[in-house]
């Protein structure tokens, strides 16, 4: 686990160099097809050396939800154990890992005419102002979130006008946890969140290079798409969305796309630092991947220290 442009994907590739390990990517904006400049996703070289599980599983106009990663990643993971080997789970949406270890909450399923009802109040009024009417309903929930956080503050106002019930009570009700595994939790945390911040510029002006606008261009002439679906909240993605739309020109893009990437890296280390039993490690250190292959072998039996065979 780690935030992004901490150097996961490299790291796990050198574990699989070394240890009969399969890849289970935990990477909600992975999954869509097509999507591949802006997602960082493995070329076709690495995924020829390693493949990954849980990518390029659905299409840019569809959904994916954290129970059905949960589902689908336990169903990879008892295939990757038959076979004999370890599944190596990869990412960065913290909300996937959680779920995995620690189940779901009872939550309402989404109801489109109420979605639709907080979009209309959002256009009229903001997402700030929606976001203090959260706060009045449900400060637990209102005080995690920014307040132009609008898929987060959309759910939880949906929950509450769904249940009549804050969501931050219902997360709070006993949930069912299967999880027939002991997990090695690994966290990769910069040692110096500045060199963090430079590594996310630089990484976002190559998506540009490599040509992110076109690749959102084609994706509109493909797909009927609209800016409030999932995919379209990909960081990066909505701020191309803007650019493509005239609202932003070139500069304001490259510092927009750069503030939300460096946004998305906080709230991952937020979520990184509530987590429990983590084996920390600099992100920045040059011998990274010998520091993670150490700890692992010392926690590995055996039997599992040959790589898997391909």
């Known amino acids: 686990m780690g935030p992004t442009a901490s150097g996961k994907t490299s790291v796990a590739l050198d574990l699989v160099r ?40 659905i299409d840019p106009d569809e959904a994916f939800s954290a129970a059905r990663f949960r589902d689908d990643a336990q169903a990879l993971m008892r295939e990757i154990t038959e076979r004999g080997n370890i599944p190596l789970l990869v990412g960065g949406t913290m909300m996937y890992f959680k779920t995995m270890l620690e189940g779901l909450s009872e939550l309402p399923q989404a109801d489109p005419a109420i979605r639709m009802v907080i979009d209309t109040m959002a256009d009229e009024s903001g997402w700030p102002a929606l976001h203090a009417k959260l706060a009045l309903v449900d400060p637990e929930t209102a005080a995690r979130l920014e307040p132009n956080d609008a898929q987060r503050i959309q759910r939880a106002l949906e929950v509450y006008y769904i249940s009549n019930r804050p969501m931050s009570e219902l997360l709070k009700k006993p949930k069912y946890v299967y999880f027939p595994y002991t997990p090695l939790k690994l966290a990769l945390i910069p040692g110096d969140r500045s060199v963090l911040h430079d590594r996310i510029a630089t990484r976002f002006e190559t998506m540009l290079e490599l040509g992110l606008i076109s690749e959102l261009r084609k994706l509109r002439e493909d797909y009927a798409l609209e800016p409030d679906m999932p995919s379209m909240r990909c960081v990066g993605y909505r701020q191309t969305w803007q650019y493509l739309d005239g609202k932003i020109g070139l500069a304001t893009l490259r510092e927009q796309g750069i503030a939300a990437t460096r946004q998305l890296a906080k709230r991952q280390l937020t979520w990184l630092r509530a987590m429990k039993e983590l084996a920390e490690f600099d992100c920045l250190d040059e011998d990274l991947s010998d520091q993670v292959l150490t700890h692992l072998r010392q926690h590995l039996p055996e039997t599992t220290s040959e790589p898997a065979k391909s």
């Open 18 to 57: 070394e240890l009969p390990c399969e890849i289970v990517s935990v990477d909600s904006a992975q999954v869509y097809r097509h999507m591949d400049i802006g997602t960082a996703k493995p070329d076709a070289e690495t995924l020829g050396v390693a493949p990954h599980h849980l990518i390029n599983v």
